[in-house]
């Protein structure tokens, strides 16, 4: 049992490059989550999605597109990237959406613009 | 958005000394979580503390929910360099995900 698994755990982009993060999950979890974590800023929700076939914005969207693929798999997409998108990017999932679930966190996505 | 803040936002203290850390919100809270992340790792969840006034117990951690579910508190007794990390409480978020405070970083120095 792999848990959330996230790729690439480290990446450099150019300002304007795009990229995708992936995401998979193997606990058969309904719910999948997109964060970022900034020093000072704690996490702060990017996209999630509540189930497969479904995905709405979060706090911080602007940048950002995402992909619900199937209920294993919740992708990040960055189409221009931009200095300020530097960041930590953790995937999580859990059973339900309606927060009173544990949420499962991967291991990150340390992305760097430059 | 339901803001939790947490103090301190940092704590630096020797091996064997206890420690208390607090996530204060003006909101009332259905349910809020503890987790603990350690460096290059993702969160990982300690509890849950779902009734007001509520007290868990995690071997050395003792997690209290404030009476009216607005607050809580981590204490940590004799505390370990095992125990460095960050610590983030969270609840859930006007009925979705989790809202998540900013954390308190923890370091145990032997």
């Known amino acids: 049992n792999a848990g959330v698994t996230q790729t690439p755990k480290f990446q450099v982009l150019k300002t304007g490059q795009s990229m995708t993060l992936q995401c998979a999950q193997d606990?058969?979890?309904?719910?999948m989550y997109w964060y970022r974590q900034d020093p000072g800023m704690g996490l702060r929700l990017i996209y999630y999605?509540?189930?497969?076939?479904?995905?709405d914005k979060g706090e911080v969207p602007n940048g950002y597109n995402v992909s619900r693929l199937n209920k294993r798999e919740f992708s990040l997409r960055l189409e221009s990237a931009a200095p300020s998108q530097t960041s930590v990017y953790f995937c999580?999932?859990?059973?339900?959406?309606?927060?009173?679930?544990?949420?499962?966190f991967g291991p990150g996505t340390r992305l760097t613009v430059t | 958005t339901q803001l939790l803040e947490q103090s301190p936002q940092f704590l630096s203290i020797q091996e064997g000394e206890n420690l208390t850390v607090y996530c204060n919100s003006s909101s009332v809270f259905s349910s809020l979580q503890w987790y603990r992340q350690e460096p290059g790792e993702g969160p990982v969840l300690l509890v849950t503390v779902v009734t007001g006034g509520e007290v868990k117990k995690l071997k050395r951690l003792t997690f209290q929910f404030g009476d009216a579910r607005k607050d809580s508190s981590l204490h940590i007794t004799a505390a370990q360099p095992g125990d460095t990390g960050l610590y983030l409480c969270?609840?859930?978020?006007?009925?979705?995900?989790?809202?998540f405070g900013k954390g308190t970083s923890l370091l145990v120095t032997p």
């Open positions: 606990m058969n979890h309904n719910s």
């Open positions: 999605s509540a189930s497969e076939g479904t995905t």
């Open positions: 999580a999932s859990s059973e339900l959406v309606t927060g009173d679930y544990e949420q499962y």
């Open positions: 969270a609840g859930p978020n006007s009925g979705y995900a989790l809202n």
